[in-house]
């Protein structure tokens, strides 16, 4: 377990990149102080779709870069690219082909938040330097805690959950992966994300 551990963390330093455990959409929309922090985001993709709820109470600078990217269409045919089992989906940079798209200037790391890389959660992707994160996002297939910040070492920044969809994520995440050059991790077939769109 221990060296599955240490792989994972590897792994994830090879990424191009605390909300509590899921919450109902019910509480986190209930008050209007919640809304106004909350921003509801549906991926839609070739298996279905997966329905976002956005903390921008704790995430700010972080929710703010994502609905850029969303609203300006970036994430319309990009793919799922990186699919580990029982840890998690990687996707929002890569094409079909696996080329790299062009981002905007990253930003700056917000993993002290207090959200936690928890079951469900929706985190930014980023390589070692902490503050390299621009339009990659990984979506946790199980609680991966040890990938939050610390006082000593950031982490990986959470800035939001599932709210609907989960059977989505769990079933990218069980897909056939393989190669594709250097990519390591790929699913077989193309797992497509189709639009990302805001609700108003």
Sequence with gaps: MHSRLLTFVGALLLLATGISHASSPESATSTPEAQTNSVIVDINTNQGTITLNLDKKHAPETVHNFLNYANEGFYDGTIFHRVIANFMIQGGGMTPEMSRKQTHKPIQNESGNGLSNQRGTIAMARTNNP??????????????????GSQS????????????????????????????GPHADVPADTITINSVTVRQ
Excluded at 131 to 148: C, G, P
Aim: aromatic share 10%.
């Design 131 to 148: 503050d390299s994160a621009t339009s990659q996002f990984f979506i946790n297939l199980v609680d991966n805690n040890y990938l939050d």
């Design 153 to 180: 070492q950031p982490g990986y920044t959470v800035f939001g959950e599932v709210i609907d969809g989960m059977n989505v994520v769990e079933k990218i995440g069980k897909v056939r992966t393989t190669r594709k």
